[in-house]
Nanobody, 127 residues
């Protein structure tokens, strides 16, 4: 059974880069037709898809975040990572990594696009 675990700092200062890592166990991030995503939920708001990296390394990003978001992977560690640059307090959220078996739909279909989620990690942006 595939499990995902987010890790990273819980507090980031404004204008800095937020970096999170998702460690995958019970499966490989290079398994054909697996798609690995980052999703966040700001306080009091809904879920927001940020971006996805596919089993072959192809990436997709939310148009609203594309200019300062990067997703990469380390296949030797079975991890994929998120970097969000120039953060502001509006980037405060619970950040989740997730696995799906298809390319993310536009608009996102929350019931079907992601089958396995990490537990989430709270990140606050504050000076």
């Amino acid at each position: 059974q595939v499990q995902l675990q987010e890790s990273g700092p819980g507090l980031v200062k404004p204008s800095q880069t937020l970096s999170l890592t998702c460690t995958v166990s019970g499966g490989s991030i290079t398994s054909t037709s697996d798609y690995w995503s980052w999703i966040r939920q700001p306080p009091g708001k809904g879920l927001e898809w940020m971006g996805t990296i596919a089993y072959d390394g192809t990436t997709w990003y939310s148009p609203s975040l594309k200019s300062h978001t990067s997703i990469s992977r380390d296949t030797s560690k079975n991890q994929f990572s998120l970097q969000l640059s120039s953060v502001t307090p509006e980037d405060t959220a619970v950040y989740y990594c997730a696995r799906g078996d298809r390319v993310v739909s536009i608009p996102v279909r929350w019931e079907t696009d992601f089958g396995t989620w990490g537990q989430g990690t709270q990140v606050s942006v504050s000076s």
